[in-house]
């Protein structure tokens, strides 16, 4: 029975039973899957994906990879290229973040705990215990908030797996949304066809990239490093939520969540962070070039796609700016042209050949001062490949 001297009980109390009835094991990942689904498909059901889709990306998939073999410079083995709907690219998404939130989540409730330990002992006890079970459980909820809505968003206008430039898990198919992809060949009057090849490239050339282990590896250091820099901001203000000792000001501030996400949300500034946008940025528009450089081989239509995704790129979206965020990537206009300058640098310098060597190795990938200046990122790979 609730204590009815206890103001805390009735509030939280509640708020414990919703968090807490979401079955499974990982509540802020059942309310993430949940709000996910529901941004990205508007809250109404999606139909399968049409078998012509299929058939239409199984045969330009081949063709694709013999070009994007040749640009990076070896032999590749084939690539699976999986038609999906939005929904369930939005869940795969989170799937595939799951491990690092985890992580987050962890070290997020050992931090809260310890800071509840030591406001229970500074009250002399004075601290409702249902205030610690809410202070626990709020940090994961919100986080399952943050990366839920960041999926949705992103499955609303994400061609393919490389909406954002990281590595995905081992052994998971390079993705495209067939309905996004019509979508996007429908606004800007394109051949569907065409953007279908232009498509199936980008996430090819992204699975490649991105799917080596060494390129894996040293992307998903630097986002651990960013991401837990990014949300630090999140400790604040889960202490003010939880610390707060009265009611109606707890409830106030839980009345508006959208004001709370709006001020986890902040633009990356750290060293990492940085260094995280300086290598996605680099990959993400060598990805663009190899793209761009097959659509203008096998269609007519090139120049008109490659300036309608630079268009699509540089518009500011909820999804992308969102998720950039959460994990401390800057993901703005000015980094993609940033990117296509250092592109561009190397390309007039070294050519296709230096320009491959990019993706030949985690280390290769440029720090924030070499992407400004892509001779000295080649003077440097130069010295690594002198050294025995």
């Not at 309310?31 to 078998?51: C, F, H, I």
């Not at 394109?190 to 953007?195: A, E, I, K, Q, Y």
């Not at 999140?234 to 202490?239: K, P």
């Not at 996605?280 to 190899?290: R, V």
């Given at each position: ?176 949304v067939p309905r996004n992809v019509a979508s996007f060949a429908n606004d800007w ?200």
């Amino acid at each position: 029975m609730s204590d009815m001297s206890n103001p805390f009980d009735g509030l939280l109390g509640d708020l414990l039973k919703i968090i807490g009835g979401q079955g499974g094991s990982t509540p802020w990942l059942d309310s993430a899957k949940a709000l996910a689904v529901n941004v990205a498909t508007g809250d109404e059901p999606e139909g399968n994906v049409d078998p012509l889709d299929r058939m239409a990306f199984e045969q330009v998939g081949p063709i694709v990879t013999l070009h994007v073999a040749e640009l990076v410079g070896s032999p590749l083995a084939p690539v699976t290229v999986e038609p999906i709907t939005r929904a369930a690219w939005a869940l795969a998404q989170l799937q595939a973040w799951t491990p690092m939130v985890e992580q987050v989540v962890a070290a997020q409730s050992a931090a809260t705990g310890q800071s509840m330990a030591q406001f229970s002992e500074e009250g002399e006890g004075l601290i409702p215990p249902i205030l610690g079970q809410f202070a626990a459980m709020l940090g994961p909820m919100m986080l399952g908030l943050q990366f839920g809505s960041a999926a949705g968003h992103l499955a609303e206008r994400a061609l393919g797996s490389y909406a954002l430039p990281l590595p995905w898990p081992e052994h998971t198919p390079t993705y495209v949304v067939p309905r996004n992809v019509a979508s996007f060949a429908n606004d800007w009057s394109l051949p569907l066809d065409d953007v279908r090849l232009f498509v199936a490239t980008r996430e090819i050339a992204g699975a490649v990239s991105l799917g080596t282990p060494s390129i894996a590896r040293r992307v998903t250091e630097l986002l651990q490093s960013a991401m837990t820099e990014a949300l630090a901001n999140q400790a604040s203000v889960i202490e003010r939520l939880s610390g707060s000792g009265d009611p109606e000001a707890l409830q106030a501030m839980l009345s508006d969540p959208e004001s709370i996400l709006a001020e986890l949300v902040i633009p990356a500034t750290s060293t990492s962070s940085a260094s995280l946008t300086a290598a996605t940025t680099a990959l993400a528009a060598f990805l663009d070039h190899l793209a761009t450089t097959v659509t203008s081989r096998l269609t007519l239509s090139h120049s008109l796609i490659t300036e309608a995704w630079r268009r699509h790129r540089t518009t500011d979206a909820k999804g992308e700016q969102s998720a950039g965020s959460l994990f401390g990537l800057d993901l703005s206009a000015g980094e993609v042209d940033r990117g296509a300058k250092f592109v561009a640098g190397v390309l007039d310098r070294a050519g296709n050949e230096g320009l491959a060597k990019l993706v030949a190795d985690g280390n290769n990938l440029p720090t924030p001062a070499e992407l400004d200046a892509p001779g000295l990122w080649l003077e440097r790979i130069a010295l690594a490949e002198l050294e025995p």
